[in-house]
């Protein structure tokens, strides 16, 4: 079994910079992926940014590149998202998700790729 608790979420001004938390607990040693999703009220979980269980692979959303980074601390069994440059559109509940199993297609834009989730983390970015 896998637990993961999203922290760091905040309300902050437009410009403004977060950087997000996410511990993981249990069964992470080999985990395959961890992705970060947001979510506002109404709308679907909407993919952020993932990194692979080796560190070596990063993948963002057109909406965040070059203002979010992905980076993992292993020993912490924590991922971190940074957040530069934020925008009220960032404004949502930011969830983590982690992905142990094997895989054929690494379909990280999908919530349901993702076995497990935290609870996740309010961001409000106010204009």
């Known amino acids: 079994q896998v637990g993961l608790v999203e922290s760091g979420g905040g309300s902050v001004q437009a410009g403004d910079s977060l950087k997000l938390s996410c511990a993981a607990s249990g069964r992470t040693s080999s985990y395959k992926a961890l992705g970060w999703f947001r979510q506002v009220p109404g709308k679907q979980r909407e993919f952020v940014a993932v990194i692979s269980g080796s560190g070596r692979t990063t993948f963002y959303a057109n909406s965040v590149k070059g203002r979010a980074t992905i980076t993992g601390d292993n020993d912490k069994n924590t991922v971190y998202l940074q957040m530069n440059s934020l925008k009220s559109e960032d404004t949502a509940v930011y969830y983590c998700?982690?992905?142990?199993?094997?895989?054929?297609?690494?379909?990280?834009?999908?919530?349901?790729?993702?076995?497990?989730w935290g609870q996740g983390t309010q961001v409000t970015v106010s204009s």
């Open positions: 998700g982690m992905r142990t199993g094997n895989y054929y297609h690494p379909d990280w834009e999908l919530p349901q790729f993702y076995e497990y």
